[in-house]
């Protein structure tokens, strides 16, 4: 069983200022997915990163994916209060299981 | 072009009833999964529905089960209600193949066991 590990599990940060949340695995990926979900609505796809070490970028948000496929961070600048949600990782392993993570809420204080 | 769409938004059920919980995916998609989210954290996967066949299970028991109909829309079942059944039931659909299994999600139903 694959499992994915999210760190902090809670996040209460200012406005403004800068974070990381991060994904963990023991197991390679084949890919990852970052979603982020908001009170009352189902999760929104944000990234997907694929080749070890790559990096995207979405406005402040910064993903990368580790060298070895097995983890991945999401950094985010100039925190807004817009930010607020649950961040979740998913990794694919194989073809078709995607396994989420146990997500990360962020809250940014205004 | 529509998203994932589940109903009914809110479910109120006793112990040992049964719900039922529909869901309409994007025009198009043909895979559809089924999640329990509990406590506003990570999500579990419960099913996974592929031109009309059940591809996968999560690890919950039989009293979970569901359906793909022709057109894709798919109904998730759970017999014999208990307290801790109560959570978020999110629906995703997918292309069938391709990509990396990118999900979209519709806005849930929540499942309240009294």
């Known amino acids: 069983t694959q499992l994915l590990e999210q760190s902090p599990q809670f996040l209460s940060i200012q406005e403004g200022e800068n974070l990381t949340v991060y994904c963990n695995s023991s197991?390679?990926?084949?890919?990852l997915q970052w979603y982020r979900q908001e009170p009352g609505e189902g999760p929104v796809l944000l990234v997907t990163?694929?080749?070890?070490?790559e990096v995207k970028k979405l406005k402040r948000l910064t993903f990368q994916f580790g060298d070895a496929r097995k983890d991945s961070s999401l950094h985010i600048t100039a925190a807004q209060p817009g930010d607020t949600g649950l961040y979740l990782c998913?990794?694919?392993?194989?073809?078709?299981?995607?396994?989420f993570g146990t997500g990360t809420r962020l809250t940014i204080i205004p | 072009e529509a998203g994932v769409t589940q109903s009914p938004t809110h479910l109120i059920k006793t112990r040992g009833q049964q719900a039922t919980l529909r869901c309409s995916p994007i025009?198009?998609?043909?895979?559809v999964y089924w999640y329990q989210q509990a406590l506003g954290l990570g999500l579990q996967f419960l099913l996974w529905?592929?031109?009309?066949?059940?591809?996968n299970r999560g690890n919950f028991p039989p009293r979970f089960s569901g359906r793909q109909f022709p057109n894709y829309s798919s109904e998730l079942n759970v017999n014999a209600l208990e307290l801790e059944d109560s959570a978020l039931y999110l629906c995703?659909?997918?292309?069938?193949?391709?990509?990396?299994?990118?999900?979209?999600f519709g806005p849930g139903t929540r499942l309240t066991v009294l």
């Open positions: 990163v694929v080749t070890g070490g």
């Open positions: 998913a990794g694919l392993f194989g073809n078709e299981k995607l396994t």
């Open positions: 995703a659909s997918r292309f069938s193949s391709g990509g990396h299994n990118e999900q979209f």
């Open positions: 529905y592929d031109e009309g066949e059940e591809r």
């Open positions: 197991s390679v990926f084949s890919s």
């Open positions: 025009s198009g998609h043909t895979s």
